[in-house]
């Protein structure tokens, strides 16, 4: 039997994936992307004579999915790989992070404090096995680990800036997978030419195989009735067999009908969204890749230097920084006029770092995002929302059912497989029954 028609709604990587995977296994493909862009939270913007990225992104050496993907396109090659280093401003001072002897000199932290958080951290991953930590509190795990003051001197500000407040109460099953991911790993690697590059190429592949990509093509109501039926702004209609979504839910719901809505999981997330700023320097910050901002006066929770793992080149000769903070959508710095977070987070890294003068700062540029990924709750495991929509011939790939992996390219190449897998293993959607979950 043949396979129908699925049309990928998102032209972000899981959409990407979803779809160069679909092409491969022979399953015509549509893919929806509402913006003029590919590649979402993974996409660029035209600066000078360059593409760079709007959110700072690096490719782990665990990135198993990627890596694979990579290979398939003929890019893994195009990863160069450096060994980078980490640092920390605390109370608007800066610290290298990273040796036993960093550790040691790391005055922030009381003597004791220090030898137990290098202890700690040695063992952690150790610690965590074999414990029901999608069911514990992050901080309750962490502060029976590290004691009090390290918690609130570091770990709290350090981890919390992903999550904000709430990040205590996150499972603290989501921290182990991270540091998994990037614990001790100091070696990150950045494709030649950028995201760029291997978005362009996941096009390529998707058409060369057959597939259509849709750019400007947002969805304003989705249905299913026998199959999917799919409203763009516009009002032209696309119909498909079967259909996957990559949106994030919060979006998905606001775009069923009521049939629809009412077959949608029930778990209802709060999402983090980021704003982010981009600084084009004359002169590089220092020689730390990554550099969480603590009770340093400044709004943004952490700094992303590119130099160290790209150099220059790729930004016509300038030093490029992330500055980025976490937040709510509806909050009021997210809500922000860009030109005003520019004008006062330039003020606050000067203010950081004295050795930088106003005329170093050549251009900033400000990105936000309202969907980053969403803050679990405990135990989320059991809770996490079924690919299939029940009954229906609709499947979901978003960042609510990779955890308990770490939000990434990764885990979004790695679900994307998933998924297709299901959809070529049933080749026909038998009417009325939808996909057996
Ligand atoms: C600041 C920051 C730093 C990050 N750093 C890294 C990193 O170093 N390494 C890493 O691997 N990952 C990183 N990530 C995470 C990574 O970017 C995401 O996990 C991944 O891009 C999610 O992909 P996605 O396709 O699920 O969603 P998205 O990228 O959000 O894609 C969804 C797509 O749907 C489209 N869409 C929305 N509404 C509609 C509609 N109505 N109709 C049609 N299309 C629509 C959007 O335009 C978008 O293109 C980072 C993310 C951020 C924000």
């Given at each position: 039997m043949g396979h129908g028609h699925v049309v990928v709604v998102g032209g972000g990587i899981c959409g990407l994936a979803t779809a160069h995977r679909l092409v491969r296994e022979g399953i015509p493909v549509t893919?929806?992307?509402?913006?003029?862009?590919?590649?979402?939270?993974?996409?660029?913007?035209?600066?000078?004579?360059?593409?760079?990225?709007?959110f700072y992104h690096c490719v782990m050496p665990t990135d198993d999915h990627l890596l694979g993907l990579l290979d398939?396109?003929?890019?893994?090659?195009?990863?160069?790989?450096?060994?980078?280093?980490?640092?920390?401003?605390?109370?608007?001072?800066?610290f290298p992070f990273n040796t036993a002897l960093d550790l040691l000199r790391f005055t922030p932290l009381g003597v004791l404090d220090r030898l137990r958080f290098g202890v700690v951290s040695l063992l952690l991953r150790r610690l965590g096995r074999g414990k029901d930590l999608d069911g514990t509190r992050t901080e309750d795990w962490l502060r029976?680990?590290?004691?009090?003051?390290?918690?609130?001197?570091?770990?709290?500000?350090?981890?919390?800036?992903?999550?904000?407040?709430?990040?205590?109460?996150?499972?603290?099953?989501?921290?182990?997978?991270?540091?998994?991911?990037?614990?001790?790993?100091?070696?990150?690697?950045?494709?030649?030419?950028?995201?760029?590059?291997?978005?362009?190429?996941?096009?390529?592949?998707?058409?060369d195989g057959g597939?259509?990509?849709?750019?400007?093509?947002?969805?304003?109501?989705?249905?299913?009735?026998?199959?999917?039926?799919?409203?763009?702004?516009?009002?032209?209609?696309?119909?498909?067999?079967?259909?996957?979504?990559?949106?994030?839910?919060?979006?998905?719901?606001?775009?069923?009908?009521?049939?629809?809505?009412?077959?949608?999981?029930?778990?209802?997330?709060?999402?983090?969204?980021?704003?982010?700023?981009?600084?084009?320097?004359?002169?590089?910050?220092?020689?730390?890749?990554?550099?969480?901002?603590?009770?340093?006066?400044?709004?943004?929770?952490?700094?992303?230097?590119?130099?160290?793992?790209?150099?220059?080149?790729p930004y016509s000769g300038w030093h490029l920084v992330y500055a980025m903070r976490?937040?709510?959508?509806?909050?009021?710095?997210?809500?922000?006029?860009?030109?005003?977070?520019?004008?006062?987070?330039?003020?606050?890294?000067?203010?950081?770092?004295?050795?930088?003068?106003?005329?170093?700062?050549?251009?900033?540029?400000?990105?936000?995002?309202p969907f980053v990924e969403p803050v679990y709750p405990l135990g989320y495991l059991a809770r996490r929302p079924p690919v299939v929509v029940d009954g229906t011939p609709l499947l979901l790939a978003t960042t609510a059912h990779v955890y308990p992996e770490v939000t990434s390219w990764n885990s979004s190449v790695g679900l994307a497989r998933r998924v297709v897998g299901m959809l070529a293993e049933a080749p026909q959607r038998v009417p009325g029954q939808g996909i057996p979950s």
């Amino acid at each position: 039997m043949g396979h129908g028609h699925v049309v990928v709604v998102g032209g972000g990587i899981c959409g990407l994936a979803t779809a160069h995977r679909l092409v491969r296994e022979g399953i015509p493909v549509t893919l929806l992307e509402g913006s003029d862009q590919l590649g979402g939270l993974g996409t660029f913007f035209p600066w000078r004579d360059r593409w760079i990225e709007r959110f700072y992104h690096c490719v782990m050496p665990t990135d198993d999915h990627l890596l694979g993907l990579l290979d398939e396109l003929g890019l893994r090659d195009s990863i160069g790989w450096r060994r980078t280093r980490m640092g920390m401003v605390v109370d608007g001072r800066s610290f290298p992070f990273n040796t036993a002897l960093d550790l040691l000199r790391f005055t922030p932290l009381g003597v004791l404090d220090r030898l137990r958080f290098g202890v700690v951290s040695l063992l952690l991953r150790r610690l965590g096995r074999g414990k029901d930590l999608d069911g514990t509190r992050t901080e309750d795990w962490l502060r029976g680990l590290y004691g009090d003051r390290v918690w609130e001197l570091l770990l709290a500000p350090l981890f919390g800036a992903k999550f904000g407040a709430r990040f205590g109460d996150v499972p603290a099953l989501y921290l182990w997978q991270r540091l998994g991911r990037e614990g001790a790993v100091s070696v990150r690697g950045y494709p030649e030419g950028g995201y760029r590059a291997v978005i362009d190429a996941l096009r390529a592949s998707i058409e060369d195989g057959g597939g259509v990509v849709r750019l400007d093509a947002p969805v304003r109501r989705i249905g299913v009735d026998g199959g999917v039926r799919i409203e763009l702004d516009g009002g032209e209609v696309v119909s498909a067999e079967r259909a996957v979504s990559t949106l994030p839910l919060p979006l998905l719901r606001q775009l069923a009908d009521d049939d629809l809505a009412a077959r949608l999981p029930e778990v209802r997330l709060p999402y983090q969204g980021v704003v982010n700023a981009l600084f084009f320097l004359r002169r590089p910050l220092s020689g730390h890749y990554w550099t969480p901002v603590v009770r340093s006066g400044a709004e943004f929770d952490g700094l992303i230097q590119m130099t160290p793992l790209v150099g220059v080149r790729p930004y016509s000769g300038w030093h490029l920084v992330y500055a980025m903070r976490y937040t709510d959508r509806e909050s009021p710095l997210f809500r922000e006029d860009d030109a005003a977070i520019a004008a006062r987070w330039t003020a606050q890294l000067l203010e950081l770092h004295p050795s930088l003068r106003a005329e170093d700062v050549d251009d900033v540029r400000v990105f936000k995002a309202p969907f980053v990924e969403p803050v679990y709750p405990l135990g989320y495991l059991a809770r996490r929302p079924p690919v299939v929509v029940d009954g229906t011939p609709l499947l979901l790939a978003t960042t609510a059912h990779v955890y308990p992996e770490v939000t990434s390219w990764n885990s979004s190449v790695g679900l994307a497989r998933r998924v297709v897998g299901m959809l070529a293993e049933a080749p026909q959607r038998v009417p009325g029954q939808g996909i057996p979950s």
